[in-house]
């Protein structure tokens, strides 16, 4: 079964920094393309960057210059770093897999950015 769980959101000034981790089981991680989204209440969910499994990554234009994604395909781990944070960066983010036909998603991790 897959499982995905993130971690490390919490309440940051603007212009701040932070660096999410998502933990992933069930898959062999390294063969798998993970991503980003992001989600305001009331809004759509929002892909924000993705990375494959040979590190090759894109990113939505409101993120560039800022975000980095990665991963550690030994620890079966994916990464979002965070710098010069924005109000409008306030979401909860999920780390997302298709696999096995489906989506995967964790239960997400809260982002607020105090301006």
């Known amino acids: 079964q897959v499982h995905l769980v993130e971690s490390g959101g919490g309440l940051v000034q603007a212009g701040g920094s932070l660096r999410l981790s998502c933990a992933a089981s069930?898959?062999?991680?390294?063969?798998?393309?993970m991503k980003w989204h992001r989600q305001v209440p009331g809004n759509q969910r929002e892909l924000v960057a993705m990375?494959?499994?040979?590190?090759?990554?894109n990113y939505t234009d409101s993120v560039k210059g800022r975000f980095t994604i990665s991963r550690n395909n030994v620890r079966n781990a994916l990464y979002l770093q965070m710098n010069s944070l924005r109000s409008e960066d306030t979401a909860v983010y999920y780390c997302?897999?298709?696999?096995?036909?489906?989506?995967?998603w964790g239960k997400g991790t809260l982002v607020t950015v105090s301006s």
């Open positions: 997302n897999v298709g696999a096995y036909g489906r989506d995967f």
């Open positions: 069930g898959i062999n991680f390294k063969l798998y393309t």
């Open positions: 990375i494959t499994g040979g590190g090759v990554t």
